[in-house]
């Protein structure tokens, strides 16, 4: 059974930062595409940033660029995003996702097959 823990989240003020972690169960971690989603109330989810595990290069979101960054810990089965100089507008619900395969184009949930329970992300000016 795969499971997906995420952790870390809190409240912060502006200019702050957080690290969420997920930790990864019940399936081949060294070849999945594993990314972070986030989800302000009222707004779709949208990818945040996301990774192959096997290695390769990463994927960021274009209003993330240059504060956030996805990382892994291959023999912890776990992934994590660094998030420096936080904005109010990074508060939401933060998902973490997996798929099997490598992340080709993936951007999109119905993309990912897995996810964990969220984890909140609350910025205050």
């Known amino acids: 059974q795969v499971q997906l823990v995420e952790s870390g989240g809190g409240s912060v003020q502006a200019g702050g930062s957080l690290r969420l972690s997920c930790a990864a169960s019940?399936?081949?971690?060294?070849?999945?595409?594993m990314g972070w989603f986030r989800q302000a109330p009222g707004k779709e989810r949208e990818v945040v940033a996301r990774?192959?595990?096997?290695?390769?290069?990463?994927y960021y979101v274009n209003s993330v660029k240059g504060r956030f960054t996805i990382s892994q810990d291959s023999a912890k089965n776990t992934l994590y995003l660094q998030m420096n100089s936080l904005k109010p507008e990074d508060t939401a619900m933060y998902y973490c996702?997996?798929?099997?395969?490598?992340?080709?184009?993936?951007?999109?949930?119905?993309?990912?097959?897995?996810w964990g329970q969220g984890t909140q992300v609350t910025v205050s000016s």
């Open positions: 996702a997996a798929a099997a395969g490598w992340c080709a184009g993936r951007l999109y949930t119905n993309q990912f097959n897995y």
């Open positions: 019940g399936y081949t971690y060294s070849s999945a595409c």
């Open positions: 990774l192959n595990t096997g290695g390769g290069s990463t």
